[in-house]
């Protein structure tokens, strides 16, 4: 786990992607589930931030 | 013979063309030789998604050409993300997207696994079990829907044989409990193969020696299966899921084949709700908005596959 939060601090391409990658999984999450209406108002914004995040963490060193 | 038609080609070179060409660097050359390319790619894919993201942000509407659209910022995203309509078609498209990638794992590993064994005809078997993939969802759309024909079709015949219940008491494109079944059922059907094929190819790419040294160290054959098998597969198996849940998400012919979206809207998915928005109802500003949500959705979803297919491939 601190190896997580070092690596974010650290700027490393790893630990970031998966941030990304569960920001990303949440919002495709809210998206689609059947229980509130609000999670899905608000699952666009996250899937999008998600999804840039990826693109620019993508380019982060090893 | 080849040497004299290049310097055939050399001499017919206008003499100022020539001149040109030889000042030019290597890089520039290249870039010459790209370009059209680029310019194609960005003709075809880049500069419509640009358009499409601009007139998001519009109440633009196709029909209306000669009326200048109006500049309404992110109402149109607005609406779609508070409207309940389209919330219930994502569940749809989410029932169907989670049971036919389900099924056609499940299914088509145990074919590929099955095939693998070598036994007589199995190039047969696999001609045959790859046929329905062939098909064009058209075709298959149509046929299937005689099948759940209640009157006359062999599906209900089927389940009538093995549950007793009269053929024509269910009616399985009609209902609403038993419609999002009914498209699982047909795009399972058709393209478990393309998933088989994948998992054969993971299987067959396994080295025979692996499992010797597995049988030398008497490992079972269920150990052999969960750790030589299962995760040498993974791979390929990540990348049918990948290729599948990109295909559903954006499902269409079929589905509008066999059941319009109906009955009432329960499996309208979302491709079919955003046709009905561009192209019946005219709400071009609204529908790119639409096409830009679910672009970005596919979008992350494809990030995240491709991820995890890197990180199971460098195991």
Request: net charge positive; aromatic share 16%; glycine share 6%.
């Amino acid at each position: 786990m601190s190896n997580f939060f070092n690596g974010l601090l650290r700027l490393r391409r790893g630990p970031w992607e998966m941030l990304a990658t569960i920001i990303i999984a949440v919002g495709v999450f809210m998206l689609m589930q059947p229980f509130v209406i609000w999670a899905f108002t608000y699952s666009f914004i996250v899937t999008l931030v998600g999804t840039v995040m990826f693109i620019i963490v993508s380019h982060f060193p090893e | 013979m080849s040497d004299k038609t290049a310097d055939r080609v050399a001499a017919a070179t206008p003499t100022h063309v020539a001149r040109k060409i030889r000042g030019l660097s290597d890089r520039a050359i290249a870039w010459i030789f790209v370009a059209p390319t680029i310019f194609l790619l960005l003709a075809v894919n880049i500069f419509p998604l640009i358009w499409t993201v601009r007139l998001s942000f519009t109440d633009y509407k196709a029909n209306r050409i000669n009326r200048e659209p109006e500049w309404i910022g992110l109402r149109n995203y607005e609406r779609i993300l508070t409207d309940s309509d389209i919330w219930l078609n994502m569940q749809a498209t989410a029932h169907f997207l989670f049971w036919t990638i389900f099924f056609q794992v499940l299914i088509g590993f145990t074919l590929a696994w099955l095939i693998n064994k070598k036994f007589k005809g199995n190039d047969l078997w696999t001609t045959i079990i790859v046929l329905p993939m062939m098909l064009s969802p058209a075709v298959v759309g149509n046929f299937w829907k005689f099948l759940y024909q209640p009157q006359i079709g062999l599906f209900n015949y089927i389940i009538a044989f093995f549950t007793g219940k009269d053929p024509s008491s269910f009616e399985m494109l009609g209902s609403v409990d038993l419609a999002p079944w009914s498209i699982v059922i047909v795009d399972t059907w058709m393209w478990t193969p393309f998933v088989m094929l994948i998992c054969l190819a993971g299987l067959r790419s396994i080295p025979d020696y692996i499992y010797e040294a597995a049988e030398i160290d008497r490992a079972s054959k269920l150990r052999q299966f969960f750790t030589i098998t299962i995760p040498m597969v993974l791979p390929f198996l990540m990348l049918a899921v990948l290729f599948r849940g990109i295909e559903n998400f954006k499902m269409f012919d079929l589905v509008v084949q066999l059941t319009g979206g109906g009955p009432g809207s329960t499996t309208e998915l979302t491709s079919i709700n955003l046709k009905r928005e561009a192209f019946e109802k005219w709400r071009t500003g609204y529908a790119s908005a639409y096409a830009i949500i679910l672009f970005v959705t596919v979008f992350g979803l494809a990030s995240i596959y491709v991820k995890a297919l890197n990180k199971v491939k460098e195991r």
